[in-house]
């Protein structure tokens, strides 16, 4: 199916562990973007992107590495989980400049134990 | 850095009441701004934008808003509430030479049967 699927939806992990959540959209759009969602903070921007090979850090990019080898992948890597990563992490794609609509995933909702 | 503020965190209607939710941003040049739905469990989904021209605009599910430059600001507004409208609702917006979104806290509505 067409549209913006993110995966894992659930994800436990331990401290230190490095994970990576994955974000494919089938659109070709050219921008894509990573958000955590926390009570009390709304939406964050951690990192965004507008083509393959060009990524930018947003508001809370510490702790966490993007990649964008292919226009429709935009995978999100903690590179040694904490707690305080614990969170909803949603991306997003857009296929005009600022203008256009942000379609969102479904969420992947992590926990760090 | 642009910022976007909703005030209210939390409001609590009845069924067939009025709405206005109230979102400031923080930039003094050209603004595209957007309203996003969130409910329960789901994904952002977009209920209105504005980009230019007439300042109210009309969006899905009988939302409309209200650009009022003088005021930096974009109110979210519905003439009637119910029940189904109980989720979060955020406030976005992009500014000129950047295409990335920037969201408010949120404000969560619950709508009494």
């Known amino acids: 199916d067409a549209g913006i699927t993110q995966s894992p939806r659930y994800k436990i992990t331990e401290t230190g562990r490095q994970v990576t959540l994955m974000c494919h959209q089938t659109?070709?759009?050219?921008?894509m973007f990573w958000y955590r969602q926390d009570l009390g903070h709304g939406l964050r921007l951690i990192y965004y992107s507008a083509a393959a090979d060009i990524t930018d850090k947003g508001e809370v990019p510490d702790g966490y590495v993007v990649s964008r080898s292919k226009t429709e992948n935009f995978p999100l890597t903690l590179e040694s989980a904490t707690r305080s990563q614990t969170s909803v992490y949603f991306c997003a794609s857009s296929e005009q400049y600022g203008q256009g609509e942000a379609f969102f995933g479904q969420g992947t909702r992590l926990t760090v134990v | 850095a642009q910022s976007v503020s909703q005030h209210n965190h939390h409001v609590i209607l009845s069924e067939a009441a009025s709405l206005e939710l109230g979102c400031n941003y923080s930039?003094?040049?050209?603004?595209?701004l957007f309203w996003y739905v969130q409910y329960p469990g789901q994904h952002l989904q977009l209920l209105l934008k504005y980009f230019s021209g007439d300042p109210l605009v009309k969006g899905i599910k009988g939302f409309e808003a209200e650009f009022i430059k003088s005021k930096f600001s974009f109110n979210l507004r519905k003439p009637s509430v119910q029940w189904s409208d109980t989720a979060e609702y955020f406030c976005?917006?992009?500014?000129?030479?950047?295409?990335?979104?920037?969201f408010g806290t949120g404000t969560r509505l619950k709508v009494l049967a």
């Open positions: 659109w070709s759009h050219s921008y």
């Open positions: 930039y003094g040049g050209t603004v595209n």
């Open positions: 976005a917006v992009t500014t000129s030479g950047t295409y990335k979104y920037i």
